[in-house]
């Protein structure tokens, strides 16, 4: 004997957005906005920049600055194969020695384990950022995890994210 199920599981529900902050409290979301172009400005090469945000984004499960930075990232000529690859990066030879400490970096920043950033993480990092631009990238990084924090908590929704509209 068979039987049919006659009630359909609903569809894949998406969240429903939460507070706006950038409506309500628009100053600190205004100063955030802020530090994120003196960031974004601050001589790092755009492409790294895109490679650890959208690592973060990632880690972070922030959906809508993973659509928002690919999508910068592919605007500004990445290719689709190291963007594909970004999850597992550790496991292909499409990053260089540099990219590979900037997203060793950003994971470390972004799960902070109890123990910290380790001085091994810290001093591969060093070997190839000098320390201004380390510290440079240690902003980036802590901008893009501020910024997935956001994204998350408020339920942003991808999808309508233009890069001439940012």
Known sequence: ????????????????????????????YRALGELDGVVAGSGLEAPLLELVRIRASQINGCAFCVDMHTIDARAAGEREQRLYALTVWHETPFFTDRERAALELTEAITLLPQSGVGDEVYARAAEQFGEEELSKLIWAIIMINAWNRIGVTSRLVPGNYHPSAH
Do not use: D, G, I
């Open 1 to 28: 004997m068979t039987t049919t199920n006659t009630t359909s599981a609903p569809a894949t529900t998406r969240p429903q957005a939460r507070v706006n902050l950038k409506k309500h409290t628009a100053e600190m």
